[in-house]
């Protein structure tokens, strides 16, 4: 990775204009990591002796990230059985725990930012409801008969859902260790809360399908179906690849979906009629064996679904590379489009507004902070990036020096 920029404090902690700084197309191209936390995962290592050391057979990576609601502390969730909890004001690492026993994933923090969910990589398929604060589990909730592969908390209150490879989403409730909902789908399914919790959508795989129910009448039928049909990949290979879904968001004012893929390509549909609005090109689909392979569909450790997000304004979408880079879209400007929809009209094609130079590895998981101009990404290492103002100050004081000299 690139070294951080320089800055007036020292790369520690997000100065207060943070919260106040405008997304826009000149702030979002200059982000710079501003913190590197090199040993945020520990690495594999080869069998050895007592008295031989024993070598490293190669990184290990960070496989998931959360905020929690205030954007002070993020966790991260890594392939060394650990999550481990940061500062985003201070940069520096609070706790690391383990979960040796059961692994541990798709971090998520509840409401209260002492508290997080998260789903076993073995041992059994069990969510956990976990403490960070003693360190203690507070509640198991058990049912799923597969991984849990994707995990989601109700944005409005103690609800979450979660989605398995046994082809069901379950419905919970913080408060009870039972769940209040099951829905079984004929394939793997991706889910998603709408910002007002009203809504949740469930991306179902080897059908190309988005379920778009009503959260008070989960038990009916969806009120929409999306197919999720690319013409343009018809373009590429006959027959057109299938895309392959591994995370779903909507954006904060309802009106879209951004469906993050295994592939080479991620979507934005429109959520309330289904209409593909963009296709976002120009990063490389993370489940590939190494630049070199052929592009793989689905992805080769289960659904990850880390590496793209919304920023809080929706005005934009980041995301990683198996290259390394961090991607940002642009996406204000996408087309309107009512009435019936046509599964063969082409999506307007995006590229990025800018791709940065990022992690040595793949960067696995990028988020950004839903309250600070600031974007967590993550590998075999974990970044804290912030925009590097200095080149403002600096035009300015040229600028200044001009008009006094004139």
Not at 124 to 150: A, E, P
Request: hydrophobic fraction near 35%; aromatic fraction near 8%.
């Amino acid at each position: 990775m690139a070294p951080p920029p320089s800055t007036s404090n020292n790369g520690s902690a997000p100065p207060p204009a943070l919260a106040s700084i405008q997304l826009n197309n000149a702030s979002m191209t200059k982000f710079k990591p501003a913190k590197i936390m090199k040993g945020a995962v520990e690495p594999l290592l080869a069998p050895g002796t007592p008295n031989q050391p024993r070598p490293t057979q190669g990184p290990r990576h960070i496989t998931g990230i959360s905020f929690d609601d205030r954007g002070d502390q993020v966790i991260t969730a890594s392939e060394d059985e650990t999550f481990r909890l940061y500062s985003c004001k201070s940069g520096k690492q609070m706790k690391i725990l383990h979960s040796k026993k059961y692994g541990v994933d798709l971090p998520r923090f509840t409401h209260k930012n002492t508290a997080i969910l998260y789903a076993s990589t073995k041992e059994d398929d069990t969510v956990r409801y976990h403490s960070l604060h003693d360190n203690k589990y507070l509640q198991y909730f058990k049912g799923h008969k597969g991984r849990v592969i994707s995990l989601e908390m109700s944005p409005v209150d103690d609800g979450f859902m979660s989605g398995s490879q046994d082809r069901t989403v379950r419905l919970w409730d913080l408060r009870a260790p039972t769940c209040r909902g099951l829905l079984s789908l004929p394939s793997t399914p991706i889910i998603a809360y709408d910002s007002t919790g009203i809504v949740f959508a469930v991306a179902v795989n080897n059908y190309s399908r988005i379920l778009l129910y009503d959260q008070a009448n989960f038990d009916k039928a969806p009120f929409l179906v999306i197919t999720l049909e690319d013409p343009t990949l018809g373009l590429v290979s006959f027959p057109p690849r299938m895309i392959y879904m591994t995370s779903l968001a909507f954006s904060s004012n309802g009106k879209y979906l951004l469906v993050g893929c295994s592939g080479d390509a991620h979507y934005i549909v429109d959520a309330f009629e289904g209409h593909l609005l963009a296709k976002l090109e120009g990063h490389i689909g993370l489940e590939r064996r190494s630049l070199s392979a052929p592009p793989n569909i689905e992805p080769s450790k289960g659904c990850s679904g880390e590496e793209v997000g919304w920023t809080p304004d929706s005005k934009y979408v980041v995301s990683g590379s198996l290259n390394g880079k961090i991607v940002i879209w642009d996406v204000q400007n996408l087309p309107t489009k009512t009435g019936e929809v046509d599964l063969k009209v082409p999506p307007l094609r995006l590229q990025p507004l800018v791709a940065l130079d990022g992690h040595p590895g793949p960067s696995r998981c990028v988020k950004f902070n839903p309250r600070l101009a600031m974007i967590c990404s993550a590998g075999a290492e974990l970044a804290f990036w912030l925009p590097d103002l200095s080149s403002d100050a600096d035009e300015i004081a040229q600028s200044l020096l001009k008009k006094k000299g004139s």
